[in-house]
């Protein structure tokens, strides 16, 4: 009888494997990062589909700014992508041009993101496929000659339940920033994110909070920051602001 049960529970969770897939990733865009330096005022994305079957892709840029510590996204004409909407057959490899066509010279660094949405098959879903719709965001900067390189001041805050790093960047140029940890005197190390944190753009200020529980273990009037980022490390020592 629990032998029966068992064969029968394995059928049905079969079942629900083979009409219930969760497609993996089919799109791949490469590079991740895209810098175009004046006068130059193009560049290209490749497009690749590791999927078995064609897949429809829709191609859209937005102009990408900080402030009051939150990433905002608007619409813009002054870059273009081409084309827009596309279908990738299978294994197939496309270039998408990004093209800047604002007629005033680029004055520092200016940021953008493009976005690439995969289109879900509807046909697909109706059959009982799950196809999760894939999200790529691509960060391309259009920058002038000798802008200034990042210049960062640094501020920790605790705000409710809530360890807030703050970091203002006078410079010109944005900075990706990852692997942020402090340290107290006592030398107690607190590893806010291993990996990605976030940039923070020329001329801009962003602050990440993280769990309380972190600042709780560290001690003193001042930390140690330290991470990683895209020029050159930061070792930085910092005032620990007081909870509110």
């Known amino acids: 009888m629990g032998s029966a049960m068992s064969r029968c529970l394995l059928a049905v969770i079969l079942l629900l494997v083979c009409c219930w897939v969760a497609a993996s990733a089919s799109v791949r865009v490469e590079p991740v990062l895209v810098e175009v330096e004046a006068p130059g005022s193009a560049t290209t994305l490749t497009l690749r589909n590791d999927d078995h079957q064609a897949i429809d ?6 102009r990408w700014s900080q402030s009051n510590g939150q990433e905002h996204l608007e619409p813009t004409t002054d870059v273009v992508v081409s084309p827009p909407l596309t279908t990738l057959s299978r294994g197939a490899e496309y270039l998408v041009r990004v093209v800047r066509v604002a007629p005033r010279p680029v004055e520092g660094e200016e940021s953008y993101r493009v976005i690439v949405d995969e289109i879900p098959d509807r046909a697909a879903s109706r059959s009982g496929i799950v196809k999760f719709a894939l999200r790529y965001s ?13 210049r960062l001041a640094w501020s920790i805050d605790r705000s ?5 790093v703050a ?3 006078s410079g010109g140029k944005r900075l990706r920033i990852s692997n942020v940890k402090l340290r107290d005197s006592r030398g107690v190390t607190v590893s806010l994110r291993d990996g990605l944190v976030g ?4 001329g801009a200020a962003m602050r990440w909070p993280f769990r309380a529980a972190l600042g709780a273990k560290l001690s003193g009037d001042t930390v140690r920051l330290t991470a990683d980022t895209d020029s050159r490390p930061i070792d930085a020592t910092i005032m620990l602001g007081p909870g509110r």
Do not use: D, S
């Not at 940039?199 to 020329?202: D, F």
């Open 160 to 164: 409710g339940a809530h360890l807030v």
């Open 167 to 169: 970091v203002q960047n």
């Open 57 to 62: 892709v829709q191609i859209r840029i937005f």
């Open 138 to 150: 691509i960060p391309v900067f259009f920058l002038a000659p000798q802008t200034p390189e990042p």
């Open 199 to 202: 940039y923070v753009l020329g």
